[in-house]
């Protein structure tokens, strides 16, 4: 016996309904790219270098990301009973490992200018880190509401806010060099966005990972999912309870459950009573729940907790 939920193909995950503000944000990302990479160049300036670098990583993730809403809009069927909506948790991994490729290009250009520094354009490098800034304030307006709800965009919204400190790091060089001529100011500013970028891109793979390995929802506590299931009417016990997320906003929970004998013929109440507790309590949407009478034990085989 199962209950569950029909989701709108169209806009069945929580990234989906953003989708219009990563496209906007991913264009700006690409407009200020291009204008640091120039500025960079003429600057000779490796820290904007590194910071259109990290942009590029940026808009690549949220083209990724973009690409994950499309195919996990795509019909479910019989060979794919939940569709495409991992293809989201896949794009937030690879995202992670593009950062670590970046970050380790960044940190070996760094150590390289330290020993041979080149001469940097300071007015030029401030100039350009001031739109990067401004872009990246207006992204994380878009994406703030967004990232609340969905490890795509969470992903993208580190992007932009990580992006955002590194302008703020490039406008600290550019200033630094401008004022003093200290180019070693730009080199220092570069390790530093590197060292920023591994750690956030090692939190976005291990969420993702969490959600590949089908681990319990963040949040959520089994024991406590148990208790609410058991302080139902007529529930003498549950057991093989599963929980796991699909993509982020779509968790799915199985379990046994054992039901007094004098119930099974109202199962159907019964069902709904369990659905209203699993939805109103731990917002699962989708659930399938095998009711049994208490002498179903001896045929049931190996048990989970």
């Known amino acids: 016996m199962g209950i569950g939920h029909d989701h709108d193909h169209a806009d069945r995950t929580a990234a989906a309904a953003h989708r219009g503000r990563l496209a906007l944000v991913c264009a700006m990302t690409l407009g ?3 204008v640091q990479i120039i500025g960079g160049l003429s600057a000779g300036s490796l820290a904007l270098l590194a910071d259109a670098g990290h942009m590029a990583a940026d808009a690549l993730g949220i083209m990724l990301a973009l690409f994950a809403v499309w195919i996990a809009g795509r019909p479910f069927c ?54 990067g800034l401004v872009a990246n304030l207006i992204g994380l307006v878009l994406l703030r509401r967004g990232q609340q709800e969905s490890l795509n965009m969470r992903g993208a919204y580190l992007e932009v806010f990580s992006d955002l400190l590194s302008s703020v790091g490039v406008i600290i060089a550019g200033l630094v060099i401008w004022l003093t001529g200290w180019g070693y100011a730009d080199s220092l500013v570069s ?16 969420e993702a990972v969490h ?7 963040k949040g959520m506590d089994l024991d406590e999912v148990r208790s609410h ?24 929970m199985s379990a046994h459950v054992v039901v007094d004998e004098d119930r099974l013929g109202d199962s159907g109440r019964m069902l709904d009573e369990l659905r209203d507790c699993l939805t109103g ?9 095998q009711l049994e009478p208490p002498s179903h034990a001896a045929h049931e085989g190996a048990r989970h907790r």
């Open 191 to 206: 390790l530093a966005i590197a060292v920023f970028i591994v750690p956030r891109a090692w939190n976005l793979l291990r």
């Open 211 to 217: 959600v590949l390995l089908e681990a319990v929802p």
């Open 281 to 289: 309590h731990f917002d699962v949407e989708h659930s399938t729940l």
């Open 32 to 34: 200020v790219m291009v």
């Open 229 to 252: 299931l058991r302080a139902q009417s007529g529930v003498l016990d549950v057991h093989d309870l599963h929980a796991w997320t699909i993509t982020s906003g779509v968790p799915v």
């Open 78 to 131: 019989d060979r794919r009973t939940f569709g495409y909506q991992r293809a989201e948790i896949l794009a937030a991994a690879a995202n992670a490992l593009l950062l670590f490729a970046l970050s380790g290009y960044i940190l070996y250009e760094g150590v390289s200018r330290l020993f041979s520094p080149a001469e940097v354009t300071g007015p030029t490098m401030l100039a350009v880190a001031v739109v």
